[in-house]
T-cell receptor, first 114, second 110 residues
Framework: DAGVIQSPRHEVTEMGQEVTLRCKPISGHNSLFWYRQTMMRGLELLIYFNNNVPIDDSGMPEDRFSAKMPNASFSTLKIQPSEPRDSAVYFC????????????FGQGTRLTVV | QKEVEQNSGPLSVPEGAIASLNCTYSDRGSQSFFWYRQYSGKSPELIMS????GDKEDGRFTAQLNKASQYVSLLIRDSQPSDSATYLCAVNTGRRALTFGSGTRLQVQP
């Protein structure tokens, strides 16, 4: 099993530009999570999908952030326009079921907005 | 009050000793509990899960859960320098995604 696959691994962009992060969950997993990790705030949930439907997006910081899951094997997290405070490591994770089951993380995307 | 609380450390133990990592949570409805290990610059890696009160052992790792006290811990026996990492406690109510603590940094001194 290839695990959760994220791309790109690193992204450096200028303030105001659009950034799109991509995630392929583990095959057969029906829950997908986007987390953001910073030194100050730790690991924060941004949005959670179950069977491709957004269940909880209360962690999305503001309207500049949007996420989609058009099918069971692909999700995107988009930031438009990006700001320096969005600099963080963004992780995608997936799990077999809704809620209680074990979640497995991708390698993350390190985003730097200058 | 944070939903999941951990001491940030660093917790320093000598090689071969037992490392004890602790976590408290605020939601009494929490149903499942996990420990993740995260090396610097890497992603969180699941090492233990526990769902019922008591102890669960897996190799050198033992997870302990006390729902009445809203407390979960991780013991690492015979600590090795390779165990040096940040350990994240994660809690799930069953309806939401995992909520993570801020992590405890463990340093195992050779």
């Amino acid at each position: 099993d290839a695990g959760v696959i994220q791309s790109p691994r690193h992204e450096v962009t200028e303030m105001g530009q659009e950034v799109t992060l991509r995630c392929k969950p583990i095959s057969g997993h029906n829950s997908l999570f986007w987390y953001r990790q910073t030194m100050m705030r730790g690991l924060e949930l941004l949005i959670y999908f179950n069977n491709n439907v957004p269940i909880d997006d209360s962690g999305m910081p503001e309207d500049r952030f949007s996420a989609k899951m058009p099918n069971a094997s692909f999700s995107t997290l988009k930031i438009q326009p990006s700001e320096p405070r969005d600099s963080a490591v963004y992780f995608c994770a997936s799990s077999l079921g809704q809620g209680s089951t074990e979640a497995f993380f991708g390698q993350g995307t390190r985003l730097t907005v200058v | 009050q944070k939903e999941v609380e951990q001491n940030s450390g660093p917790l320093s133990v000598p090689e071969g000793a037992i490392a004890s990592l602790n976590c408290t949570y605020s939601d009494r409805g929490s149903q499942s509990f996990f420990w993740y290990r995260q090396y610097s610059g890497k992603s969180p890696e699941l090492i233990m899960s526990i769902y019922s009160n008591g102890d669960k052992e897996d190799g050198r790792f033992t997870a302990q859960l006390n729902k009445a006290s809203q407390y979960v811990s991780l013991l690492i026996r015979d600590s090795q320098p390779s165990d040096s990492a940040t350990y994240l406690c994660a809690v799930n109510t069953g309806r939401r995604a995992l909520t993570f603590g801020s992590g405890t940094r463990l340093q195992v001194q050779p």
